[in-house]
């Protein structure tokens, strides 16, 4: 039996220690692009990072606002790794007020806070807010010797 709850909370610690995300959107033309983003997370679970606005990832995002993420420690040697993956939706915000409640959690923790018309108008970079739609971590059992990879759904918030 799979207690949940351990995922779950074990998947926020990963969220809450792992600096970057890989964010996976698609291309006008229909093909998967991947990027990995420094990232910050707000109670609610909703992911934000800046980017400059003619980044192809960025083009996707307002082309269309679905996308996949996936967190993990890069590091962990093999067989040890756990990671938390996400259907999101992914919104370029584009009011003084969306992005300066974004710069409340991106820039939390340092020294320089920003204004939001830097990340507006003629601005060369943007704020996105990533809000996940489903999340869940894999687990696998041995199988007439294969392991076999399944989906456990976790709830966030």
Do not use: C
């Not at 199988?143 to 918030?157: A, M, S």
């Amino acid at each position: 039996m799979t207690d949940i709850d351990a995922l779950t909370n074990k998947s926020k610690k990963v969220i809450d220690t792992i600096e970057y995300i890989d964010l996976a959107t698609i291309t006008e033309d229909g093909k998967p692009w991947n990027s990995p983003l420094w990232f910050v997370r707000d109670d609610k679970y909703n992911l934000y990072f800046y980017s400059p606005k003619y980044t192809q990832h960025s083009e996707n995002i307002r082309n269309n606002g679905n996308g996949f993420v996936v967190i993990y420690d890069s590091r962990a040697p093999e067989g040890t790794g756990f990671g938390v993956y996400m259907t999101v939706e992914v919104k370029e915000l584009n009011t003084v007020s969306e992005v300066d409640e974004a710069l409340k959690w991106v820039y939390k923790k340092k020294k320089k806070k920003r204004t939001p018309q830097e990340f507006l108008g003629n601005s060369p970079r943007r704020i996105y807010k990533v809000t996940p739609k489903e999340a869940w971590v894999n687990d696998a059992e041995l199988k007439n010797g294969f392991y076999l990879d399944y989906r456990i759904p976790i709830k966030l918030t």
